[in-house]
């Protein structure tokens, strides 16, 4: 599994943006895969998170009702659409990916195995 995530970018509060998490591995459509962000001097804290099939998600408290996360196996790659961008979701995101036997969501950062090296969202007031 090697992740790529891309589509960071500086936009306006209540802008939107679309990240997308390429897995050149190929491999994806067995792992289960999420969406978390580290804020400076803060932790790395969960986004949103898909199962294998897609079929099940679930998204931070803070992003429900603005983020939606999807996964396209075909394509191996994951994305997550951003709306009602606030300042406070500024942070670099990265994606995740960790092997699932069964078609489930992983919510801890540290059951995960592969990472992608982070792209960066920049919300401005």
């Known amino acids: 599994v090697q992740l790529q995530a891309s589509g960071g970018g500086l936009v306006q509060a209540g802008g939107s943006l679309k990240l997308s998490c390429a897995d050149s591995?190929?491999?994806?459509?067995?792992?289960?895969m999420g969406w978390f962000r580290q804020a400076p001097g803060k932790e790395r804290d969960i986004v949103a998170v898909?199962?294998?099939?897609?079929?099940?998600?679930y998204y931070a408290d803070s992003v429900k009702g603005r983020f939606t996360i999807s996964r396209d196996n075909a394509k191996n790659a994951m994305y997550l659409v951003m709306n009602s961008l606030k300042p406070e979701d500024t942070a670099v995101y990265y994606c995740?990916?960790?092997?699932?036997?069964?078609?489930?969501?992983?919510?801890?950062?540290?059951?995960?195995?592969?990472w992608g090296q982070g792209t960066l969202v920049t919300v401005s007031s």
């Open positions: 995740a990916a960790a092997p699932a036997y069964g078609d489930y969501v992983l919510r801890d950062r540290y059951q995960y195995d592969y």
């Open positions: 898909i199962s294998r099939t897609g079929g099940n998600t």
């Open positions: 591995g190929r491999t994806s459509s067995t792992y289960a």
